[in-house]
């Protein structure tokens, strides 16, 4: 199976950066998409970041310009680079991937566990 492993959340100043890693580990044969997504307090779990195969992103409208996803297919690890932080983007950020384990299966999701974010006024 697949393990993903974040790390990097924590508590910052409104306007300060952090930066979120998720590393995976098991047997698979290959990662097809990342992504990041965060539940924030009495809200749904949303989409922040996605990133492909070959590189495309998408990002929610209200991060634009702001964070910055990126991958390294070599270690298996995606990251979110997160600048001028708003006290909005409080929340726990969980990393998803979607990966085949066999090159014939076609992919499945997972989960990380969820880093804490927060962001003081």
């Known amino acids: 199976q697949v393990q993903l492993m974040e790390s990097g959340g924590g508590l910052v100043q409104a306007g300060g950066s952090l930066r979120l890693s998720c590393a995976a580990s098991?047997?698979?044969?290959?990662?097809?998409?990342m992504a990041w997504y965060r539940r924030a307090p009495g809200k749904q779990r949303e989409l922040v970041a996605d990133i492909g195969s070959g590189g495309s992103t998408d990002y929610a409208d209200s991060v634009k310009g702001r964070f910055t996803i990126s991958r390294d297919n070599a270690k298996n690890t995606v990251t979110l680079q997160m600048n001028s932080l708003k006290p909005e983007d409080t929340a726990v950020y969980y990393c998803?991937?979607?990966?085949?384990?066999?090159?014939?299966?076609?992919?499945?999701?997972?989960w990380g566990q969820g880093t804490q974010v927060t962001v003081s006024s």
């Open positions: 998803k991937y979607w990966v085949k384990l066999t090159y014939w299966e076609p992919s499945r999701d997972y």
């Open positions: 098991g047997s698979f044969s290959s990662i097809v998409a």
